[in-house]
């Protein structure tokens, strides 16, 4: 995956950067977004974008990524409509062979995702972006693979990165503060049991749109 870095250098102009990722008890923060590490997986930084990958593999070999970035602070309610555009500016030169897209709801918070498969002169990839709204907030997600067979290997990660997905802003303490030399505190019991609402919520969500997405998309492998 030898220009897998490139696509995502023009966040760097259009989504707000924050730098900083912070851990405790397995918990990660970047930005508005609280996620975990799936099983077997590490994470690094490309620019502005976080990215998370199998062990032993880096942005330039891996055969999936997944990518966290650092979220848009006013995003048009419009959701599937900034998704497109986003995934138009992330895909410009590669020809377009398949793209599945679907919008999804629940409990106020809206999911617009898609799912591509795409080509270069050298490399096709099967890429599942996710674009939603938490608490009127922009948070994109994708997730790049050199191949669908990638895309079948890696299920359980997939599965794993979303159902871990939660976002500070929706926490009943959404004031906390966090920094490189203090803990992500799990002692506020009220927080924390809000949090797992809201991961179960997200979980479902994310999945379901996915899911709905790969199973139409995969007819076309």
Do not use: W
């Amino acid at each position: 995956m030898k220009t897998f870095a490139s696509f995502f250098l023009f966040f760097l102009t259009i989504i707000c950067v924050s730098q900083n990722v912070f851990a405790q008890s397995g918990d990660y923060k970047y930005g508005n977004v609280i996620y975990q590490i799936p099983s077997g997986y590490h994470q690094d930084m490309v620019d502005s974008t976080l990215v998370l990958m199998p062990k032993g593999q880096s942005v330039d070999d891996a055969e999936i990524a997944f990518m966290v970035t650092p979220g848009i602070d006013n995003i048009p309610k419009n959701l599937s409509n900034s998704l497109n555009i986003l995934v138009s500016k992330l895909e410009s030169g590669r020809q377009v062979l398949k793209r599945q897209s679907s919008t999804d709801s629940s409990n106020g918070l809206n999911i617009a995702s898609e799912i591509s498969i795409t080509r270069t002169e050298t490399e096709t990839y099967i890429s599942i972006y996710i674009l939603t709204n938490p608490g009127g907030r922009g948070e994109f997600f994708a997730i790049v693979a050199n191949s669908a067979e990638a895309i079948e290997k890696y299920q359980s990660q997939i599965a794993e990165f979303f159902g871990g997905i939660s976002f500070a802003n929706l926490n009943n303490n959404s004031t906390a503060t966090y920094s490189s030399n203090r803990s992500y505190s799990n002692s506020n019991s009220s927080r924390n049991q809000q949090l797992q609402r809201n991961r179960a919520n997200t979980n479902q969500i994310f999945l379901n749109s996915i899911t709905n997405n790969y199973n139409s998309l995969s007819r076309s492998f």
